[in-house]
């Protein structure tokens, strides 16, 4: 069974840093592109970043970019979203996802609620 | 990365056909056939519904289907169904080497 499992959100203040992992199970990792996608309460879903199956290649939105660092380590299964520099903007549930191509995701987690607000 | 333009809401009777949607611009839906198309119930995450403007992935009912001209794309659901009411989103590769949303649409099932 394909899993993916975000963790690391919560309440931080503006200007601060976060960082978010996504444990993954179920699926060859080391071939599969990465993905976080985020989407505001009630809002609709943002692309936010995405990295190639071996991390050498990684890519950002416009909204993130210089603030926010994908990376990933394929001996744990696990990709990551370091996210610095927050505004309350960034304020979302923020999904993992992969797929084999890295113009599409086919796999989801569930999403972490990240909250910017002092 | 502007997103691409969506309807905000559609909506047809059980057995009836609709289609959406998504009007983007040459540097990503008309620059690539790289579009594909989620369907999000609420609470829920996305579920990919086709791929590659109109490929669908193993599962995924033939009632939908994908197609693309020009500029812009379209997500057609045949025969709907109670289940198919959820956001739609469309998805497409762009020149500058990201990814980019529609802004949803909200499909109602009269």
């Known amino acids: 069974e394909v899993q993916l499992l975000e963790s690391g959100g919560g309440l931080v203040q503006p200007g601060g840093s976060l960082r978010l992992s996504c444990a993954t199970s179920?699926?060859?990792?080391?071939?599969?592109?990465m993905h976080w996608v985020r989407q505001a309460p009630g809002k609709g879903l943002v692309w936010v970043s995405r990295?190639?199956?071996?991390?050498?290649?990684?890519f950002y939105a416009d909204a993130v970019k210089g603030r926010f660092t994908i990376s990933r380590d394929n001996a744990k299964n696990t990709v990551y979203l370091q996210m610095n520099s927050l505004r309350a903007e960034d304020t979302a549930f923020y999904y993992c996802?992969?797929?084999?191509?890295?113009?599409?995701?086919?796999?989801w987690g569930q999403g972490t609620l990240v909250t910017v607000s002092s | 990365q502007s997103a691409l333009t969506q309807p905000a809401s559609v909506s047809g009777s059980p057995g009836q056909s609709i289609t959406i949607s998504c009007t983007g611009t040459?540097?990503?839906?008309?620059?690539?056939?790289?579009v594909s198309w989620y369907q999000q119930h609420p609470g829920k995450a996305p579920k990919v519904m086709i791929y590659?403007?109109?490929n669908r992935p193993s599962g995924v009912s033939n009632r939908f289907s994908g197609s693309k001209s020009g500029n812009a794309a379209s997500l057609t659901i045949s025969g709907l169904q109670a289940e198919d009411e959820a956001d739609y989103y469309c998805?497409?590769?762009?020149?500058?080497?990201?990814?980019?949303f529609g802004g949803g649409t909200r499909l109602t099932v009269l």
């Open positions: 996802a992969g797929g084999k191509r890295g113009t599409f995701p086919d796999y």
């Open positions: 590659d403007v109109s």
């Open positions: 179920g699926f060859t990792f080391s071939s599969f592109w």
């Open positions: 040459s540097s990503d839906v008309g620059g690539y056939n790289y």
């Open positions: 990295v190639n199956s071996d991390g050498s290649d990684t």
């Open positions: 998805f497409s590769y762009t020149s500058s080497t990201t990814l980019v």
